[in-house]
């Protein structure tokens, strides 16, 4: 199972705190199902059994009683099911619409005020609309809407509760999506999320240090490969400088310095001035190698000329 599938099944456990979060709820997950509005039956249509339970569960909260529901697959990329709910068109759920009850988290209505409800709203909008994503791409959140004017309902409530998202366009939907981690870690939390939150900060904890050993681990190789390239150079320019027969003209701390190199060529600069007594500084010790390999392109240019 997904990491969102985990959060919908926990979110589908939650009952809201009062009625009016109940409402809210309801509001944001229907908002999204209704497939008929106007004269005629009203359709809702759910993604899944459990989400239509929880449909189901808010209405009757709220006082609606008398409900049509049929269990259908639909074939998309893979089979998927989902129920269909049907209710009269003068019944319960249609006075319950016109009622007033819903009308603070109609998309043309006001911001919603009480912060339970806003928790409430964005807890149905994930389910009806909402996905999770933590693979190897990153982490993503997003809602997709068919119209531009909830996407921008949803931004506001989340810049309320301080949480950071971006609205995008595309041809045929709308997105509003989260890609910071600590976001969608603080969006869990509002919405009542608390175990899946708690797993996705545990698996951010050890992705977050995994990208961190690596990136030492990849730092510390590319020093050492960096020393193993200079210590190469240094070693033949000894080696160079000893063959034209310059090795005893040169002053003894530069001999010194060399024949600790060939003697020790795994070394770091830093490494081979500690074995000095007293140690010699690890700049100290790049001067004097710097020097042999001078002296050593000094002795190649003259052969060539």
Same mark, same amino acid.
């Given at each position: 199972?997904?990491?969102?599938?985990?959060?919908?099944?926990?979110?589908?456990?939650?009952?809201?705190?009062?009625?009016?979060?109940?409402?809210?709820?309801?509001?944001?997950?229907?908002?999204?199902?209704?497939?008929?509005?106007?004269?005629?039956?009203?359709?809702?249509?759910?993604?899944?059994?459990?989400?239509?339970?929880?449909?189901?569960?808010?209405?009757?909260?709220?006082?609606?009683? =008398? %409900? $049509?529901?049929?269990?259908?697959?639909?074939? +998309? @990329? *893979?089979?998927?099911?989902?129920?269909?709910? #049907?209710?009269?068109?003068?019944?319960?759920?249609?006075?319950?619409?016109?009622?007033?009850?819903?009308?603070?988290?109609?998309?043309?209505?006001?911001?919603?005020?009480?912060?339970?409800?806003?928790?409430?709203?964005?807890?149905?909008?994930?389910?009806?609309?909402?996905?999770?994503?933590?693979?190897?791409?990153?982490?993503?959140?997003?809602?997709?809407?068919?119209?531009?004017?909830?996407?921008?309902?949803?931004?506001?409530?989340?810049?309320?509760?301080?949480?950071?998202?971006?609205?995008?366009?595309?041809?045929?939907?709308?997105?509003?999506?989260?890609?910071?981690?600590?976001?969608?870690?603080?969006?869990?939390?509002?919405?009542?999320?608390?175990?899946?939150?708690?797993?996705?900060?545990?698996?951010? =904890? %050890? $992705?977050?240090?995994?990208?961190?050993?690596? +990136? @030492? *681990?990849?730092?510390?190789?590319?020093?050492? #490969?960096?020393?193993?390239?200079?210590?190469?150079?240094?070693?033949?320019?000894?080696?160079?400088?000893?063959?034209?027969?310059?090795?005893?003209?040169?002053?003894?701390?530069?001999?010194?310095?060399?024949?600790?190199?060939?003697?020790?060529?795994?070394?770091?600069?830093?490494?081979?001035?500690?074995?000095?007594?007293?140690?010699?500084?690890?700049?100290?010790?790049?001067?004097?190698?710097?020097?042999?390999?001078?002296?050593?392109?000094?002795?190649?240019?003259?052969?060539?000329?």
């Amino acid at each position: 199972m997904s990491f969102g599938r985990q959060v919908k099944q926990e979110l589908y456990r939650l009952s809201p705190e009062r009625d009016c979060c109940a409402g809210t709820q309801l509001w944001a997950m229907i908002s999204c199902r209704l497939e008929k509005s106007g004269p005629g039956p009203i359709h809702i249509k759910a993604g899944s059994l459990p989400e239509a339970r929880l449909i189901l569960k808010l209405i009757r909260r709220l006082g609606v009683t =008398a %409900v $049509k529901w049929a269990v259908s697959d639909e074939k +998309r @990329l *893979v089979r998927h099911q989902v129920v269909m709910m #049907e209710f009269e068109p003068e019944g319960e759920l249609k006075k319950l619409l016109s009622s007033g009850i819903l009308e603070n988290c109609k998309w043309t209505g006001g911001l919603i005020s009480r912060n339970c409800c806003k928790r409430s709203f964005l807890r149905g909008l994930y389910l009806a609309s909402g996905s999770i994503s933590t693979g190897k791409g990153g982490y993503h959140l997003e809602f997709t809407f068919k119209d531009e004017d909830p996407g921008t309902r949803l931004a506001e409530v989340l810049e309320s509760l301080e949480l950071k998202s971006r609205v995008s366009g595309r041809r045929s939907h709308y997105l509003v999506y989260m890609k910071k981690g600590e976001d969608i870690s603080s969006f869990l939390t509002q919405i009542g999320a608390f175990n899946a939150m708690l797993k996705f900060e545990e698996e951010r =904890a %050890v $992705k977050e240090t995994r990208g961190h050993v690596n +990136r @030492l *681990v990849n730092s510390e190789s590319a020093n050492l #490969e960096k020393q193993a390239m200079a210590s190469g150079r240094q070693v033949h320019a000894i080696k160079l400088i000893k063959s034209a027969g310059l090795w005893k003209k040169l002053p003894y701390p530069l001999r010194e310095i060399g024949e600790m190199r060939e003697v020790n060529p795994e070394f770091s600069l830093g490494e081979l001035g500690e074995q000095f007594n007293p140690a010699i500084k690890k700049a100290t010790v790049g001067r004097r190698l710097k020097r042999l390999e001078d002296m050593a392109e000094n002795i190649l240019l003259r052969r060539k000329s």
